[in-house]
DNA sequence: TAGCTAACGTACTGGTTCGTACATTAGTCA
DNA sequence: TGACTAATGTACGAACCAGTACGTTAGCTA
């Protein structure tokens, strides 16, 4: 295991707490996600990083600190995918389908984030009630949603009587179930909602319904 | 603890398969549930029941085949509701916002199973996978679903091209993640979904999405 | 280059947790 | 009413697991 990056070491021991730690982090969250917090164990993600179980308690101080710093980081990830959200030079229907579209892909390329997600919701978000970081996280994309939806109310465009935290709930709910509940939903209904060759009829069906929602006339109902 | 139904004896010990059996589950249901399958612990359920430990293994064998009794009765539970849906009486577009309103109903009055979902989904379906009966359960929903659709269509009240499977996993996704997600996304946003003072906003906001989807005028995008 | 400290490793502990061996009894039926 | 068996209880073991006491060393800096 010796490269150029890494030259030998008379012990093999190299010293890079930023790497040591991330290292940590990333081993955890795929640990985490994958069998959920309880059924996490410490020595196992230990085992898979180059450092030991000490390391954990030294950096992160315990197991729940060590989850907690693992939602941090997610959620920071998909935080900073969303301040590069660049729909607003779009009108409002293409603006709001391109933000759907993004709220998409980014659910699927993200499988894990969405397990670290729905197991934080089976601890009632204690994690994140308790986290300075994420109480203040905000969502640049909501900020994103906000404007467009004035721009397309103003317009007459939009119905107007929608809420911009309302809409983000609806395309996140189509986006992450498609992810989170995929595999009791293939088992039950014999359809795989991630299957590649689906990925466009899903990805424009959400569109659809979200623009048709909008646009709808309500007085027909 | 002595009533009238159970009559004391004189060691207090009662045989009845049935209700020790029964007892398991309940409880079983409760805790797998609360802490998810890995944080529930085989000890603390035998402690809540009247019966033990020893118990849950001689009925169920284990663990794990507790946890897939646990979703076989709940999924039992669903399947019931779904068969005494009565919407077909109805014109389609009733009939579909009914019976989205009905799936909103049950997830929030069930908000057990949706947890319990959700941990089933952590571990990839293996459990109903597994199990004889859940393999074949169907979704008499779906059967509705699929009826209401084809009526709708052949009248030219529908869009042609939409699938029942497909209906069902919107409409599912908006009322799963109402309830499944309620607690990150109150954490992150500040709103609770599951607000009583909401319930009837959320619950239009459904059947306004999903009818605005079947009759939108798809060449308008 | 001596010494200091952040970074790291080893080995262990105490409590937990799933599962079982063995003993017992309630209720039934010949 | 005696015997049989399904149903139940007790006590324990072995593995597991979060966390820690204690010792070591790499790399920097005075």
Redesign the pocket.
């Known amino acids: 295991m010796t490269s150029v990056d890494e030259p030998a ?13 991330a290292e940590i982090l990333d081993v955890a969250t795929q640990e985490f996600a994958r069998v959920g917090y ?1 059924g ?6 230990a085992a898979r990083t ?10 992160f ?4 600190q ?1 989850f907690t710093a693992v939602l941090e980081r997610s959620y920071g990830v998909i935080r900073e995918a969303e301040q590069s959200l660049d729909v607003e030079h779009l009108d409002p229907v293409a603006a709001i389908r391109r933000l759907a579209e993004l709220t998409f892909d980014h659910h699927e390329r993200h499988p894990d984030f969405i397990r670290l997600v729905s197991i934080e919701n089976i601890h009632e978000a204690e994690h994140i009630a308790s986290s300075e970081m994420l109480g203040r996280i905000g969502s640049p994309a909501l900020d994103v949603i906000r404007r467009i939806l004035a721009s397309g109310q103003e317009s007459g465009l939009f119905t107007a009587d929608v809420d911009a935290v309302d809409l983000h709930a609806m395309i996140s709910s189509f986006c992450f179930f498609r992810v989170a509940n995929r595999h009791t939903f293939g088992a039950l209904f014999g359809r795989d909602l991630v299957d590649p060759a689906q990925r466009e009829h899903y990805r424009t069906m959400l569109g659809d319904m979200v623009i048709a929602y909008l646009t709808a006339d309500r007085a027909t109902d």
Chains 1, 2 share one sequence.
């Open positions: 070491r008379p012990n093999g021991r190299i010293r890079d707490a930023v790497r040591t730690k309880a996490a164990r410490v020595d196992d993600i180059r450092t030991t179980k000490r390391m954990i308690y030294y950096y101080g315990g197991k729940e060590l």
